[in-house]
């Protein structure tokens, strides 16, 4: 039976590089995000092995549609790409408490509650867990979008530590400045992206395709034995640690 993949996050940016990837290697790819009309230019982007799901996996109420939408297949590669920076007003208390749970909502709670639901679905020996972070972990300047990403790092941890005995891997990317996303949309000036072009050793923005390369060596024959890792994909603006 062909392989399944389950990508969050996947109609645009680096989980539909992902995705398409994924599905060029012979996956059949579920691909999930909240909005239906990205999805479906995503599915035919992406070609016949893809089928979508729209769901906000940060909601425990909607990703049981993820799991019927498996419908009793195996899982063999699960990428939580799902998430986004947060902002809010934070002229008060409540102000802060509802930007930090946001950012943590999206960008942990959705990776959790995801790889919870699936987990009993994941190929044993075989199956492989990835969770999308960002070099804003590693060196600050978001807010809680830092630290929510951050906090991907223990959770990968720990998933490798806990799941390593069933032949499960798990493990960290943490892309540095890519364009062709919509992260930046309506954030980015000429002058902002030039100085993360400049911050890099490669002196160049990274692209989805850069992430989906370093998934591709993960889920591959190559990355059996690689678990419990936070995989900088960056260009050297952070150095490896």
Same mark, same amino acid.
């Given at each position: ?120 679905? /994941?190929?044993? !020996? =075989? #199956? ?6 960002? *070099?804003?972990?590693?060196? %600050? ?76 060596? /993960?889920?591959? !024959? =190559? #990355? ?6 936070? *995989?900088?994909?960056?260009? %050297? ?5």
């Amino acid at each position: 039976m062909t392989r399944l993949a389950v990508v969050t996050g996947g109609g645009t940016g680096i989980g539909k590089a992902t995705a398409g990837m994924l599905a060029g290697e012979g996956f059949d790819v579920i691909i999930v995000g909240r909005r239906a009309e990205v999805l479906a230019d995503a599915v035919k982007w992406i070609g016949p092995q893809a089928t979508a799901v729209t769901a906000d996996v940060s909601d425990p109420a909607q990703v049981p549609a993820v799991v019927e939408a498996v419908a009793g297949r195996t899982v063999d590669v699960l990428v939580n790409n799902a998430g986004a920076y947060i902002s809010g007003d934070e002229d008060t208390l409540d102000g802060v408490a509802a930007r930090w749970r946001a950012n943590l909502d999206s960008n942990v709670l959705s990776a959790v509650l995801t790889t919870t639901a699936l987990l009993p679905r /994941l190929r044993r !020996p =075989g #199956g492989k867990i990835i969770l999308t972070s960002s *070099i804003a972990a590693q060196r %600050g300047g978001g807010g809680p979008y830092s630290a929510a990403k951050a906090a991907l790092h223990g959770y990968g941890l720990d998933l490798a530590t806990s799941l390593g005995a069933e032949g499960i891997t798990a493990n960290v990317i943490s892309p540095g400045y890519i364009t062709d996303s919509e992260f930046f949309d309506g954030r980015m000036t000429p002058e902002g992206h030039q100085k993360r072009v400049d911050a890099s050793l490669v002196k160049r923005a990274g692209v989805p395709d850069d992430i989906a390369e370093a998934v591709r060596w /993960l889920v591959g !024959p =190559g #990355g059996g034995f690689v678990t419990g890792q936070i *995989i900088n994909v960056n260009g %050297g603006t952070v150095l490896g640690r």
